[in-house]
């Protein structure tokens, strides 16, 4: 899975794209692991930028509710911003959006997480 990334008001912004179901949780869970080094002991901000991906599954939330996990123990922060509407609807019935942080768009994430 490839997970480009850009630098944006110190936020290192990883797009993420298609679905992450059953099938791809384990490649989502292998590409995220070197970015979740970035974040580590607050270094800099890793904002998730889910503008398009289409569908989440359980084992795609669990993806990110460790890796959610791990940025905060290790004194990190770890958002997503710009959920498609099935997506946020998954979120809500989840309530995963009590998990981790969730923005509306990539800049309104950069204005509170970057400097």
Same mark, same amino acid.
């Given at each position: 899975? /490839?997970?480009?990334?850009?630098?944006?008001?110190?936020?290192?912004?990883?797009?993420?794209?298609?679905?992450?179901?059953h099938l791809a949780s384990e490649e989502f869970t292998q590409a995220i692991e070197p970015i979740l080094q970035q974040c580590k /002991?607050? /270094?800099?901000?890793?904002?998730?930028?889910?503008?398009?991906?289409?569908?989440?599954?359980?084992?795609?939330?669990?993806?990110?509710?460790?890796?959610?996990?791990?940025?905060k123990a290790e004194k990190?922060?770890?958002?997503?911003?710009?959920?498609?509407p099935l997506v946020q609807e998954?979120?809500?019935?989840?309530r995963f959006n009590l998990i981790m942080p969730c923005y509306v768009s990539i800049d309104a994430a950069c204005k509170v997480l970057g400097s």
């Amino acid at each position: 899975m /490839n997970l480009p990334t850009r630098e944006q008001s110190g936020v290192l912004i990883v797009s993420v794209s298609g679905r992450i179901d059953h099938l791809a949780s384990e490649e989502f869970t292998q590409a995220i692991e070197p970015i979740l080094q970035q974040c580590k /002991n607050g /270094n800099r901000p890793v904002l998730l930028d889910f503008s398009a991906v289409e569908y989440i599954s359980s084992a795609g939330l669990r993806v990110l509710m460790m890796a959610s996990r791990r940025a905060k123990a290790e004194k990190g922060v770890f958002a997503i911003a710009s959920l498609q509407p099935l997506v946020q609807e998954v979120f809500a019935i989840s309530r995963f959006n009590l998990i981790m942080p969730c923005y509306v768009s990539i800049d309104a994430a950069c204005k509170v997480l970057g400097s």
